[in-house]
T-cell receptor, first 116, second 112 residues
Framework: AQSVTQPDIHITVSEGASLELRCNYS??????LFWYVQSPGQGLQLLLK??????LVQGIKGFEAEFKRSQSSFNLRKPSVHWSDAAEYFC??????????????FGTGTSLTVIP | DGGITQSPKYLFRKEGQNVTLSCEQN?????MYWYRQDPGQGLRLIYY???????QKGDIAEGYSVSREKKESFPLTVTSAQKNPTAFYLC???????????FGDGTRLSIL
């Protein structure tokens, strides 16, 4: 089945350490790719998106993501994590053009804990 | 500022009762969506609408109903047929052409 996978349910990092959150998709062609962040009890905020072109995408709050076609991945990275980055992170895809109405499909999320 | 407003933030439902969650957007977006979020399951699509007076079922539409009489409004009714309605509900909107979805702050529905 076509899907998007976030292999890590929960990640803990120290403040100031680097971060990488994994996202893999299983579609024949390259979908549109997104990363969202959700603070407790809040909606989702868009961090960055990839449609085409440069495979390294810069987002808000110092985040970036790299699209790797050979690995069907779109991993989110941050060089130095801040305590305020503690949240739930969701990878999302819009499958290649079809009659699905441009639906978004979300991964199950990765919960990030930041320790002092 | 433009955005999506969901109300109420917290909602309680009695057994056998229908409740309606409000979602209003002033972004002039054509498409609107309703998601259900449960712990550990990410977001699951309930219904979506790409234009006024038209909507389609998502992956978990049973026990829910929607209407889209105005471009800016997409209310979700959780009916008594939905046996496990306790969840966090998120509304989103987007422009046509697969641009990013913008989300409201959600409504948490609980059973009394």
């Amino acid at each position: 089945a076509q899907s998007v996978t976030q292999p890590d349910i929960h990640i803990t990092v120290s403040e100031g350490a680097s971060l990488e959150l994994r996202c893999n998709y299983s579609y024949g062609a390259t979908p549109y790719l997104f990363w969202y962040v959700q603070s407790p009890g809040q909606g989702l905020q868009l961090l960055l998106k990839y449609f085409s072109g440069d495979t390294l995408v810069q987002g808000i709050k110092g985040f970036e993501a790299e699209f790797k076609r050979s690995q069907s991945s779109f991993n989110l990275r941050k060089p130095s994590v801040h305590w305020s980055d503690a949240a739930e992170y969701f990878c999302a895809v819009v499958p290649p053009p079809s009659n699905t109405g441009n639906q978004f499909y979300f991964g199950t999320g990765t919960s990030l804990t930041v320790i002092p | 500022d433009g955005g999506i407003t969901q109300s109420p933030k917290y909602l309680f439902r009695k057994e056998g009762q229908n409740v309606t969650l409000s979602c209003e957007q002033n972004l002039n977006h054509d498409a609107m969506y309703w998601y259900r979020q449960d712990p550990g399951q990410g977001l699951r699509l309930i219904y979506y609408s790409q234009i006024v007076n038209d909507f389609q079922k998502g992956d978990i539409a049973e026990g829910y109903s929607v209407s889209r009489e105005k471009k800016e409004s997409f209310p979700l009714t959780v009916t008594s047929a939905q046996k496990n309605p306790t969840a966090f509900y998120l509304c989103a909107s987007s422009n046509q052409g697969s641009t990013a979805q913008h989300f409201g702050d959600g409504t948490r529905l609980s059973i009394l």
